[in-house]
């Protein structure tokens, strides 16, 4: 197995592509990782959640890492970890444009309200009436490897 | 898509069953989330890497977060999340048991040696000679989440 660095272009490419990864967020410095599914749009990552620990965290410290990969077979793989900042999207005309802007991107992609009442009964509990939260997060950095087979394996 | 709460013995048949998962490490509350192998043996679970960002974290701070999931359909799913602590298993009499459990543990999972490799050449060069890190992850919390197709879809 060969496993090289890909290009920012390439990491674009993957993110573009797959519109599913794992969220990690952290508060006190105790890490927290959730499925989460995505849009990529003009480099920011466009999300959307019912009230929970990871709105909740990242309300409190907005420092965020996404990870995304694509395997075919166990030496044939492609991983990208993004680190970016999460920023709310708040239903008020300040960010009608980027709520716009959100909606259309997640709307492109199958089931993306599905996966809305993940958090769960209780958080919805604390949190009052349901509310959806739109966010979306900045890329500071994005790095990924790609895995292909090889004479190294 | 129903969505319930799974118990945490049905949290632990998961990760029997799953080799696989996304593992989050924060410093500075920045979290970081890479793709791991590991194996799961009596409240600990068992990994194995060169060095790297993540090793590097962790040691500086080892409150840690693994989430393992497997999706059949977008309406049929298991997430699992476990809170740790990560515990480096170094090569000294006083770790010789451990690091002979670990090392049956993971051997016992096809391909988990195929990874270590994939922190990259870059971390390597700053860490020296390789030298493979074995660790174990003490689970503090585990919480699980099941998805079937149902009428709340």
Not at 24 to 30: I, L, S, T
Not at 33 to 54: D, E, N, R
Not at 119 to 126: C, I, M, Q, T, Y
């Amino acid at each position: 197995m060969i496993i090289r660095e890909i290009t920012a272009d390439e990491c674009r490419a993957v993110l573009e592509r797959v519109n599913f990864g794992r969220l990690g967020c952290a508060r006190d410095n105790q890490p927290y990782v959730v499925p989460i599914y995505f849009s990529y749009h003009a480099g920011y990552l466009y999300g959307f959640s019912t009230p929970g620990q990871k709105i909740e965290w990242m309300r409190s410290n907005p420092l965020v890492c996404l990870e995304v990969d694509e395997q075919t077979s166990h030496d044939r793989w492609v991983s990208v970890v993004v680190s970016g900042r999460f920023q709310e999207l708040p239903d008020t005309p300040e960010f009608a444009a980027e709520r716009t802007q959100a909606h259309a991107a997640l709307h492109k992609r199958a089931a993306w309200w599905e996966y809305t009442s993940v958090p769960g009964a209780e958080w919805r509990r604390k949190a009052g009436p349901f509310a959806s939260v739109f966010y979306r997060i900045h890329i500071d950095t994005v790095t990924g490897h790609r895995a292909t087979p090889g004479a190294s394996s």
